[in-house]
């Protein structure tokens, strides 16, 4: 063994438009984890949209939906787990909005026999509950934009 590999490996700098940083293996695996969640609440709403305007309204649609909901629920609260943001109160901010619309949702499954889907279009003013889980999706596409700068990103925030 050499005593070159003895000696630590000095982390790669690199310039962004905040400044002077570098990336350790537990960034990689928070931005896996962060991307990961994010692919999970992509596709099970998608998969609820899709199932919802294509099948509508029967019985098993709208149970299958709920347990969409729940995916959903869990990979945005893995992403705002794993998400980087620096500003403390501004992570804090979307994981509470996060635990509200999460809250609000259990509450509603809880209160009303119905699924969720059916009390939510039944009870539109559930939504003040259940959207804070969107204003914490929207809070990432914020965090985009002002990191990476990027069109689509700074797009989809009014979007969403």
């Known amino acids: ?20 940083f570098t990336i350790s293996k537990s960034d990689r695996q928070e931005v896996f984890l962060y991307r990961l969640g994010l692919a999970i609440a ?16 029967q019985d098993w649609v709208q149970e299958l939906i709920s347990v969409f909901f729940v995916g959903f629920c869990a990979g945005l609260g893995l992403s705002l787990a794993k998400i980087h943001i620096y500003l403390i109160p501004l992570h804090r901010l979307l ?3 996060w635990l ?14 119905e699924p ?3 009390t939510v279009c039944n009870r539109p003013q559930t939504i003040w509950g259940i959207g804070f889980l969107f204003a914490a999706l929207t ?3 914020f965090k985009e934009g002002f990191c990476f700068r990027r ?10």
Do not use: H, R, W
């Not at 063994?1 to 002077?20: N, R, T, W």
């Not at 992509?42 to 309204?57: Q, W």
């Not at 069109?151 to 969403?160: A, F, N, R, S, Y």
């Open 151 to 160: 069109l689509e990103t700074m797009l989809l925030t009014p979007l969403v």
């Open 100 to 113: 509200v619309g999460c809250g609000a949702a259990i509450a509603f499954s809880l209160i009303f026999p």
């Open 42 to 57: 992509a596709v099970t709403f998608s998969l609820g949209t899709i199932l919802t305007l294509t099948v509508g309204n």
């Open 1 to 20: 063994m050499s005593d070159a590999s003895l000696i630590p490996e000095k982390p790669e700098v690199y310039s962004g438009y905040y400044g002077e």
């Open 139 to 141: 809070g990432i596409f």
């Open 95 to 97: 994981q509470g909005f």
């Open 116 to 118: 969720l889907l059916v």
